[in-house]
């Protein structure tokens, strides 16, 4: 969803509370309630990632054997390509920061052996709470998991070998 996406969603709300309470409130409780409504919603539009597209000529980088490169949206269709396969980012951190993950991902994949989901048997995957807190768990459905395990001691020795790796692959900050 885009910000103008968002702006307009809100104040299409704003809009129908404000019609629907002119019968029944004061001006000054309108302009109050329309107040917090609009910062409601610019709150909750914070946590609403939008995806961030380089104008005509404007500069991005992108991730190329392991380094950061930086590009300028010339021809679009480049642009195009980098932005399907989440290779455009904004800033060099956002890059250097993919590149951090994917390292984290291939660490723990190795970590997996090759293992590779099987219905007929438990598989074990790590999981991350909101606290950042690691653990393991199993389940014989399919959950679309990433990483699996044949057992709940590999993946346990996985997170005991590499934790700073799982924080990274999940995105939990120390």
């Not at 195009?80 to 590149?99: N, S």
Request: proline share 1%; hydrophobic share 35%; net charge negative.
């Amino acid at each position: 969803m885009t910000e103008e996406e968002i702006k307009n969603i809100a104040l299409k709300a704003v809009k129908e509370a404000l019609e629907q309470a002119k019968d029944v409130m004061t001006e000054e409780e309108i302009k109050n309630i329309a107040l917090k409504a609009v910062k409601e919603a610019l709150e909750q539009a914070k946590d609403v990632k939008t995806e961030w597209i380089p104008g005509r000529g404007v500069r991005y980088y992108t991730v190329d054997a392991g380094k950061v490169d930086v590009c300028a949206n010339r021809i679009q269709g480049i642009t195009d390509k980098a932005i399907a396969v989440g290779q455009c980012f904004k800033t060099k951190k956002e890059a250097e920061d993919y590149i951090e993950w994917l390292k984290a991902f291939k660490t723990l994949r190795d970590d997996a052996q090759g293992y590779k989901f099987d219905e007929a048997v438990d598989n074990y995957f790590v999981e991350c709470d909101t606290d950042g807190d690691l653990s393991t768990d199993s389940d014989d459905g399919y959950i679309n998991q990433l990483i699996y395990f044949k057992s709940a001691e590999l993946a346990w020795k996985s997170i005991e070998k590499h934790e700073k790796e799982w924080k990274i692959f999940y995105g939990v900050e120390d």
